[in-house]
């Protein structure tokens, strides 16, 4: 039989759309199911990654569709989604900047007074130093005098990955 090209096409089960005697049943997805499955889709990775930012984006894909649904141009509904993506996570990002406290170091806290061992001098003032089982980094305190006999040294703070040591 002479059957257009296009005719059974099968992209999802929303609705039938451009029934005509040459081109029958093209099943194709309306445009809000496609944002929402999107949005569902965001909604499940990010409960694998916990950042949030994904559910700032899947926001905006749902109101794209909520957009789509109530008969929104291809454009309009765009528009929405970026500006919609955009903000919510603009928003998450300052929120997380704001929440920050650099200053606090709850897990930190534990590592200052602890002794490590020196496993060699690069100069004056940096050394590598053996403690918890691994080599750091290390930089001795401000108006602390290098003494490369002396093997052992305490924790006075952590910089990044950089043991403060006096």
Not at 14 to 39: F, G, Q, R
Not at 43 to 64: D, H, K, N, P, R
Not at 132 to 153: F, I, N, P, S, Y
Request: charged fraction near 15%; glycine fraction near 8%.
């Amino acid at each position: 039989m002479g059957t257009p090209a296009t005719a059974g096409v099968f992209i999802c089960s929303a609705s039938w759309h451009n029934a005509t005697p040459d081109n029958p049943k093209e099943y194709v997805m309306d445009a809000h199911w496609i944002w929402w499955l999107a949005a569902v889709v965001l909604v499940i990775a990010e409960m694998f990654s916990g950042t949030f930012y994904l559910l700032a984006v899947a926001l905006g894909l749902l109101v794209a569709g909520a957009a789509a649904y109530l008969g929104a141009s291809w454009s309009i509904q765009v528009v929405v989604a970026a500006v919609l993506c955009t903000g919510s996570v603009a928003w998450i990002y300052g929120w997380k900047k704001r929440s920050a406290r650099p200053d606090e170091h709850p897990n930190l806290a534990n590592d200052i007074g602890q002794e490590v061992r020196v496993v060699g001098w690069a100069d004056d003032h940096n050394l590598r130093v053996s403690y918890r089982g691994a080599e750091w980094q290390a930089r001795l305190a401000d108006h602390t005098a290098a003494d490369r006999t002396r093997q052992v040294w305490r924790i006075r703070d952590i910089s990044g990955s950089c043991l403060i040591i006096e």
